[in-house]
């Protein structure tokens, strides 16, 4: 098993890896956990595949299970689908010496982690990511949130979990594109931290080059991950870098209804317009655009849009990280090396131009 501690002051807590632990999860979480009840917070299409699974493990250590369900999918993440959590949560009676389970992917650690942190003031909660995207990113540091119409992730609060338990087996049933935007997420440690790693996955070549190897994907990018977390708990600056290409890639979500790209593949076109926008600044060597554009080629996700220049800007001017100065990006000052960079909305708004006139 691979394991990571994670050090913060608000509560430390373990990062556990390995294969099969689904199974084994209820003693894991016992280890951590005194409650008599536990509340479940799932999507349809992980509980049909993996619920009994759980189930029996949380019953065989003892606890009490409920749960409860939400549609798979992005548009799940909203005040209404949120109002109906809780509404659900108070008519189970949960209450504080209860824990809650986020078993899902990305949308439902947020969601579910966002229920925990603020249902009766906070309750204390487990992250048992089912998704690539999820195991290497959100389920770690403890980000919890819900979409507006007005942007992705706009309401939400740091609550970090009491354990997070990775399986990697439960990747066997995940699709190719699911995969893929899990690969976006990867790609982006490598290119903002770690060489290495990047030259690693370019080795690989492909999904079914990097499965073999991707237990220890994941606890790499979980500890690099834990490192910026423990620098930086509440995303006021060294943490941000791991934002690299979601300025981009939130709006682009955003201008397709959350329907037209997963979050990854967004993410995926977003890191390419953030290294073409570094080079065409003058701080990002010419060429890293280029190689960002093959990787993620190669890991089957998209590099062309259609979209308008002005659309686009217009949409990133609701990202967290901006103020009065302009927009905050994440650049690259070389591939595994970023900055924090920002630049004027009128002057993005010319290199954009010149990006997308270009087809990216
Ligand atoms: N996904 C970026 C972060 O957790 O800060």
């Known amino acids: 098993m691979h394991e990571i501690k994670v050090r913060l002051p608000s509560g430390s807590y373990k990062i556990q890896i390995e294969a099969g632990s689904l199974g084994r999860c209820g003693d894991q979480i016992r280890a951590v956990s005194a409650a008599e009840r536990v509340v479940v917070i799932s999507d349809e299409n992980v509980w049909s595949l993996y619920g009994s699974q759980l189930e029996a493990a949380l019953v065989n250590a003892g606890f009490l299970v409920d749960s409860i369900l ?26 504080r010496d209860h824990l809650i389970i986020a078993f899902g992917g990305g949308v439902v650690g ?32 403890g980000k919890t949130a819900i979409d507006l119409p007005q942007g992705k992730n706009l309401v939400g609060a740091f609550h970090q979990p009491q354990i997070v338990i990775t399986d990697p087996d439960l990747l066997k049933t995940l699709d190719k594109r699911h995969l893929a935007e899990g690969m976006a997420e990867i790609i982006k440690y490598g290119a903002i931290s770690d060489e290495e790693l990047f030259v690693k996955l ?128 994440i650049l690259l000052k070389a591939m595994g090396k970023s900055m924090i960079y920002t630049v004027a909305e009128a002057e993005l708004s010319t290199i954009l131009e010149d990006i997308l006139e270009l087809a990216l």
């Open 70 to 95: 939400i549609p798979p999918g992005e548009g799940s993440k909203t005040m209404e689908c949120f109002a109906r959590v809780c509404g659900n949560m108070a008519d189970l009676h949960v209450q």
């Open 110 to 141: 947020d969601l579910a982690g966002f229920a925990a942190a603020v249902y009766m003031r906070g309750l204390p909660y487990v992250q048992i990511p089912t998704t690539l995207l999820a195991q290497v990113d959100s389920s770690v540091g």
């Open 202 to 329: 370019e080795e690989y070549g492909s999904i079914e080059g990097a499965l073999p190897h991707m237990e220890d994907i994941i606890f790499h990018c979980c500890d690099t991950k834990r490192v910026f977390v423990e620098q930086d708990e509440r995303d006021g600056g060294e943490r941000q870098k791991l934002n690299f290409g979601h300025s981009f890639g939130h709006a682009i979500e955003k201008m397709g209804l959350y329907r037209k790209h997963s979050h990854g593949e967004a993410v995926a076109l977003g890191m390419v317009m953030a290294a073409k926008t570094g080079e065409a600044l003058g701080l990002t060597p010419i060429g890293t655009g280029e190689r960002l554009k093959r990787i993620i080629q190669a890991y089957q996700l998209p590099t062309k849009i259609n979209v308008e220049y002005k659309e686009l800007v217009h949409h990133m001017s609701m990202d967290k990280k901006n103020d009065h100065e302009g927009h905050k990006l």
